[in-house]
């Protein structure tokens, strides 16, 4: 009997093609979203060339050959210096003055312009570049000057600024593994969702509930079926979720970032196995408050919020990063989060872990379904119809 | 043969069922008139084992519907008041899970869906989702599902609610068919002249109680009235309700 309400409610989602591909969607953006930063991050980090349009370069050639001896790519004269750059075309033009020789010589501060854009970003790391070769080349000079009229050059520089700039990637990029373990947790809950509700919120909507009631079949059974049904869903949008990721991990060049994201087939499996626990007992529960509910809607509703739950482990996990620590186990979501983060950093998890939150989640399980078996037999449930 | 001793069902200070007795004998139809909210519909539900009476027991065929549920709902076919289908099913796919649900074997079912098919009249619908069918075909559907195990004893809620001429006049073909065949029919109703022309027995309900039962004739005599009709009226003593 278990077998053939799984089969019947199996095959009724399956024939739902909206709810089946609506299923997937969330969860598999979360790889798609992966993939999306970590090119972002990785456009930042790979240095652009740095391309410098000049204009009068034959004023200055020493200056000239200071910037190409720092690693800038000099273009000849743009006709419209200041049109390239408001329109993207360069990240910035530098003009050397037609005085600059005649200054230079006689030991004035001879001008030159850099046109930038401040308002585009990507231009910013480059333009700083040039200025802090310019810059550089300016104190050179200073400091020979100085050293021509017998003054020490520190005179100069009464402090030394040393930048030391702590944004690394990798710090980046490890703050978006928190989202593996959301994204997985979101999959096991969504993917059962409208299983869940179509099996109990449903059949109440539809009035199909009597009519199912009125066989000489244990409710446990029915119950068991349904519940397996929603298992079954949710597992397949799990699995395909934790593909995704792998798919997306193995061809990101996360060595560029020097950045440790292990995901291989192993950690692949103990993943699965710290979030399979929480499919079985999501979708016990969702059924459960889902038979609360008279309408489809109504329990989308109720479960739309239950589904943000996985939040609030991730965020704090965010805000204290820490190993997961053994009372986090039995509490579902906390422990995903955990165990995942702590798999693809490479750490070692026990065994005994993946069973605490197995059992744990098959007990919450029970309940929840022998709550469920109750429910069914409440004259409220079955005759209330919206 | 289903047998209804002193049900009494509260809800709160709302008496729904208060010492309803009555007997509905195979190869017979019996009628339950009355307004709605009389508490026809609790009874019906108490028999089907999904409402718990507070006194009183349901039997059919001798089994005590509240001790052995599964055993009393195997001899029953129940059309219930709610009769929802699953819109991405076929017909055929209904009987088919209902019927295993019944613990019908697989050879006997497909020799039942054929039967079925031609004694509803479901040839052209049996393959379609039940998603587009009018309120008759699924009222079909709804009956098919509920003989597919061919129950002796037959319990329809309100069968001809909402159906076209067509299709009541189908229905009632159906009924007298099935006691014609010795199953015991139990068939509650508002409307009087389906159950004055329908019934052998006729049990009238009135604010949860059975004020009068017997056959159309003796009611009939017992208000001293030629039309029916104007019996019920007395009997009920008032007209509330009664199509």
């Known amino acids: 009997m278990i077998r053939l309400v799984f089969i019947k409610e199996f095959i009724d989602h399956l024939r739902d093609r909206r709810s089946v591909l609506g299923s997937f969607i969330l969860p598999i953006m979360g790889p798609l979203i992966l993939w999306g930063v970590f090119q972002l991050i990785l456009d930042l980090q790979r240095d652009r060339e740095l391309e410098v349009p000049v204009v009068g370069r034959e004023h ?327 | 043969m289903i047998v209804i001793e002193s049900l009494e069902k509260r809800y709160g200070e709302v008496i729904a069922v208060n010492g309803v007795s009555f007997g509905a004998e195979d190869g017979k139809v019996t009628g339950l008139l009355g307004p709605n909210g009389a508490g026809k519909t609790t009874t019906l539900r108490i028999l089907s084992s999904l409402i718990k009476p507070d006194r009183g027991r349901a039997l059919v065929d001798g089994i005590d519907v509240a001790e052995r549920p599964h055993a009393a709902l195997e001899r029953l076919g129940i059309l219930p008041d709610s009769r929802g289908l699953y819109p991405r099913l076929t017909a055929r796919e209904h009987l088919a899970y209902f019927g295993a649900l019944q613990g019908v074997s697989d050879a006997q079912l497909a020799q039942r869906i054929r039967e079925l098919v031609s004694l509803l009249d479901m040839t052209d619908i049996i393959d379609r989702r039940v998603a587009g069918f009018s309120q008759g075909e699924r009222t079909k559907v709804a009956i098919a599902r509920a003989l597919v195990h061919r129950p002796k004893n037959v319990v329809l809620d309100e069968a001809t609610n909402g159906l076209d001429v067509m299709s009541t006049r189908a229905m009632r073909t159906l009924i007298r068919q099935l006691a014609a065949e010795g199953t015991c029919v139990l068939f509650s109703s508002h409307v009087m002249q389906e159950v004055s022309e329908l019934c052998d027995h006729i049990v009238v309900f009135a604010r949860g109680q059975v004020i009068a039962q017997g056959s159309p004739a003796l009611l009939r005599q017992q208000a001293s009235e030629d039309n029916l009709e104007n019996a019920f009226v007395k009997i009920i003593g008032t007209d509330a309700g009664l199509k």
Not at chain 1, 72 to 80: E, F
Request: aromatic share 6%; glycine share 8%; with cysteine.
């Open chain 1, 60 to 386: 200055a050639p020493r200056l000239i050959s200071y910037l190409e001896a720092n690693g800038a790519h000099l273009l000849p004269a743009p006709t419209d210096p200041e049109g390239v750059v408001r329109r993207g075309e360069a990240d910035m033009v530098l003009v050397i003055d037609p005085d600059y020789p005649a200054r230079y010589s006689a030991g004035k501060s001879a001008k030159i312009q850099l046109i930038v854009d401040d308002s585009r970003h990507e231009s910013h790391k480059n333009v700083r570049r040039v200025e802090r070769i310019l810059l550089s080349y300016s104190q050179s000079l200073a400091a020979l000057r100085l050293i021509a009229r017998g003054v020490s050059p520190e005179v100069a520089a009464p402090v030394e600024l040393e930048e030391i700039d702590l944004a690394t990637p990798e710090k980046l990029a490890a703050n978006l593994l928190n989202m593996v373990p959301l994204f997985l947790m979101l999959a096991a809950l969504v993917g059962g969702m409208n299983v869940a509700i179509d099996t109990t919120a449903g059949e109440r909507e539809r009035g199909s509930l009597e009519p199912l009631l009125l066989n000489p079949v244990r409710r446990m059974s029915l119950v068991l079926g349904k519940w397996l049904a929603t298992v079954a869903a949710s597992t397949l949008v799990a699995l395909a979720t934790l593909l995704g990721f792998m798919l997306t991990v193995h061809f990101l060049p996360l060595e560029e970032l020097g950045m440790k994201m292990l995901f291989g087939p192993y950690q692949a499996l103990v993943m699965f196995a710290a979030v399979w626990p929480l499919a079985l007992f999501g979708s016990g529960l969702q059924m459960l408050i889902a038979t609360f509910a008279r309408s489809f809607k109504e329990a989308q509703t109720y479960l739309n919020l239950l589904n943000l739950l996985p939040m609030a482990p991730s965020m704090f996990l965010m805000l204290k990063p820490a190993q997961s620590q053994w009372w986090m186990l039995p509490l579902p979501t906390m422990a995903q989060v955990g165990t995942v983060v702590d798999v693809m950093r490479g750490e070692a998890v026990p065994g005994w872990h993946l069973a605490v939150i197995g059992l744990s989640s098959l007990v919450y399980t029970g309940v929840c379904l022998v709550c469920l078996v109750r429910l069914l037999g409440k004259e409220r449930i079955i005759f209330g119809r919206g």
